[in-house]
């Protein structure tokens, strides 16, 4: 039986229903989902759960405290979450990009 995981990021235009993807070597199988807001991240990762036996959450790091906690108690104890955080300049470099990106407009 292989690992499965999913990874989480955010864009201001996503739609989980069609930015998602799926990676199968056959020992590990990663879905990658991106989300608009929290209710389409809690929703994503009941179903990953639920549907494809996740095991493991990585979460990008736009995600809040408190969301990062809500989602742990929607996946249950059967499932981690981690979180991808950056070092202060690595994530200026990530802000600005995403602000010339037109992110926040």
């Not at 070597?25 to 494809?52: I, M, P």
Request: a negative charge; aromatic letters at 6%; proline letters at 6%.
């Amino acid at each position: 039986m292989p690992f499965k995981a999913a990874f989480l990021a955010h864009a201001p235009d996503a739609d989980p229903e069609k930015h998602r993807s799926v990676i199968d070597t056959g020992k590990y199988v990663l879905f990658v989902t991106v989300v608009s807001n929290q209710e389409q991240a809690l929703a994503e990762c009941r179903r990953l759960v639920a549907d494809e036996g996740i095991t493991s959450v990585l979460l990008c790091p736009g995600f809040t405290n408190r969301e990062i906690a809500e989602i742990d108690e929607a996946v249950g104890a059967g499932c981690g979450v981690n979180v991808a955080r950056g070092d202060p300049p690595g994530s200026r470099v990530a802000i600005q990009s995403m602000q010339e990106a037109g992110w926040w407009d």
